[in-house]
């Protein structure tokens, strides 16, 4: 552990060693700028931006010695065809040469549709001889933001359908290859999604690449995550990581958003966090005006709080139908936050559940980690997307499973399992296919349910993702019923299961003009009784609270109350730790939540908080007996941790 390194606290695995391809570069004294931040020692940069004409500079900081031969610097654009559109000789002046450039009828960077890039050559030279050069790519593009309509690209609606992806993948941790970041945005772009978040830390230079040339809008982030450092409350790590982030990428046209801060009020006093993330906008704002600084803020924090007018748009991470409530309250927040007066363009940059593929249910429920509550979950949560278009974009959390060493539940542990697809990548599950039946154009059916393979009763019923006119559905070889698809989804009842044997099921896609574009088969058998091997062994993901409390009585709690200059449950768990008759109180009831790894990002919330967050849970009468040992400690500027104070 660094304190002074971010990241520093967060629900993944943090991996290290030299896990990316490292370089040995020998040049010349004179030279295109090696020691700027690792920038590519290139700077394209927009100016005036329309579709019939882009102005721009480019800038190429040179190193030399004082007393050194002079240099000049020569740039040439070539268009995305390979052909030369514009030219220009500079003299090296100073640190470096400065070209001014204007296209005309320039061939626009339009995301998928048309992720155009153009190259820049720079070559630096002493005379005749060529000394260095540099040979660079980039996109032109304008990426905006509003209120009420989303989402905009050069001017016109570009709604983002996005996934975040951590980087990790089983059997080689961080230390992944080009083909193995060439498979995540070759399933990213099966599905359809036209947006990925970088999540949470900065990626590698080749997987960048791979989004300019496919046309990915890219949100790119800091680790400034979970807590700010105890030994740099100023920022310095994450202002040094966030100005290494924006030079090394500058040009990249798939990078529309800077990630200045995820849930960063988990576990950080509300002044830090507002004065360091006003701080990297700043900088962000100086160093590239024409990109959209971000932030992800925990789906807790207040929807007026001062930290979301800091950047110039915002995300909430929110987990409604997961950890707290229902999906349905979801479309409900959304409404409320956008109906406000004053609020920033919104975004959801995290949402997910739970699914593995070995649970199963007839009966999917909340929590109960199925492969089919996943599927619903999505199907909900999509469904309430589509009734606000002012949303700028979503991300689904998360595209692939990542380790988490924090995590014990699913009946797995050290893993995060919201991935629509395995952490090995070998397993699309069914939720995977009903966001590709509504965001690619590719022709598609999927019968849900496959890995549910043995069913109990004498008939079962099957849900199909598809994106076709009209499905077919075979039993056994023989056609048997006939369905027209509703928002992606068509479910077939009552279909008979053998006594003996297989039950084999096969669905035919048709177009809008009968032709038959795809199918998908399945298998089932029947049994006796519901097979117990279906079912997960822990079905609450915060099940270790459980452990806080043993036999608590469920009945009436007196009213709680707050003296002035006291603490109370309303406190953060981890300011009632910083006294020790407040640790004590934690420590006698906590139990072996104390011990928990989850305990250290518990201690962002208040013992109140966590009542509210899980209903039912923690009964009222326990949380009155916290409260009422907790109100006896006094409230001091500064806290004695002596032994018997």
């Known amino acids: 552990h660094r304190e002074d390194i971010y990241p520093l606290m967060a629900d993944f695995a943090f991996m290290g060693g030299l896990y990316r391809p490292a370089w040995f570069i020998e040049a010349e004294t004179s030279r295109i700028s ?25 800038e190429v900081p040179v190193t030399r010695p004082a007393d050194g031969p ?14 030369t559109v514009l030219k220009e000789k500079r003299t090296v002046k100073g640190d470096g040469a400065l070209f001014a450039f204007s296209l005309e009828k320039p061939r626009l960077w339009e995301g998928r549709p048309d992720p155009a890039l153009y190259t820049v050559e720079i070559s630096l030279r002493e005379g005749k001889r060529e000394i260095d050069s540099r040979r660079v790519t980039t996109g032109f593009r304008r990426p905006r933001v509003s209120r009420k309509r ?128 006003l701080k990297l906008h700043r900088l962000a704002k100086k160093l590239d005006p024409v990109r959209l600084t ?82 619903r979950y999505h199907e909900e949560t999509l469904a309430v997307f589509r009734r606000h278009p002012e949303l700028w974009g979503t991300f689904v959390w998360n595209m692939f499973d990542f380790a988490s060493p924090l995590r014990d539940e699913g009946g797995v542990k050290g893993m995060n399992n919201k991935g629509l697809v395995s952490y090995d990548r070998k397993v699309k599950k069914d939720a995977f296919y009903w966001y590709k039946a509504h965001w690619s154009d590719e022709p598609m059916v999927h019968i849900t349910g496959k890995r549910y393979r043995r069913r109990r009763g004498r008939y079962m019923e099957a849900a199909v993702y598809s994106n076709q006119e009209t499905l077919i559905l ?58 117990p091997s279906y079912v997960c062994p822990e079905k609450d993901p915060f099940h270790f609270l459980k452990n806080w409390f043993e036999e608590e009585p469920q009945g009436e709690a007196p009213p709680l109350e707050f003296p002035e200059g006291f603490l109370s449950v309303r406190e953060k768990i981890r300011l009632i730790l910083k006294y020790p008759a407040g640790e004590e109180i934690i420590r006698k009831y906590a139990g072996p939540l104390y011990d928990h790894p989850m305990f250290s990002m518990v201690k962002g919330f208040s013992p109140e908080k966590l009542t509210e967050l899980r209903p039912g849970v923690v009964p009222p009468s326990f949380l009155a007996r916290v409260n009422g040992e907790l109100i006896l400690i006094k409230k001091v500027d500064r806290i004695d941790k002596t032994p018997g104070s």
């Open 294 to 375: 971000a932030q992800a803020q925990v789906g807790h924090y207040p929807d007026g709080g001062p930290l979301n007018g800091v950047t110039d748009c915002l995300g909430y991470n929110k987990y409604y139908g997961w950890y707290y409530g229902e999906v349905s309250d979801l479309d409900r927040w959304i409404g409320e936050f956008t109906s406000r007066k004053k609020h920033p363009p919104l975004g959801i940059t995290e949402y997910g559940a739970e699914g593995l593929t070995a649970w199963h249910s007839d009966r999917p429920r909340k929590e109960d980690y199925t492969e089919e509550y996943l599927s």
């Open 34 to 58: 090696l020691d700027d931040y690792g920038s590519e020692g290139v700077y394209v940069r927009q100016g005036k931006f329309s579709r019939n004409r882009v102005d721009f500079e480019v």
């Open 70 to 83: 002079g240099l000049s610097c020569r740039c040439r654009i070539l268009s995305p065809e390979g052909e």
């Open 150 to 277: 989303g989402f905009f690209l050069n001017g016109r609606p570009y709604p983002l359908r996005g996934v975040s992806r951590h980087q990790d993948r089983d059997g080689r941790g961080w230390a992944v290859t080009e083909e193995d970041e060439a498979e995540d945005l070759a399933l990213i772009g099966e599905m359809g999604a036209n947006a990925v978040r970088l999540a949470h830390y900065q990626h590698s230079r080749s997987f960048y690449d791979r989004c300019d040339g496919e046309g990915f809008l890219v949100w790119a982030e800091i680790p400034y995550i979970s807590r700010t450092s105890r030994e740099d409350r100023r920022g310095t790590n994450a202002l040094s990581q966030l100005e290494e982030l924006i030079r090394q990428n500058y040009n990249r046209p798939s990078i529309c958003f800077w990630g200045l801060q995820n849930e960063i009020t988990i576990g950080t006093k509300k002044e830090w966090a507002e004065k360091i993330t």
């Open 474 to 531: 075979e039993v056994n070889g023989r056609e048997r019923d006939r369905a027209h698809p509703r928002e992606g989804k068509a479910v077939f009842s009552r279909i008979p299961l053998k006594g003996r044997g297989i039950t084999a099921l096969t669905v035919r896609g048709r177009d809008g003009v009968g032709r038959e574009t795809c199918s998908d088969r399945a298998s089932f058998v029947r049994v006796r009784r519901a097979d």
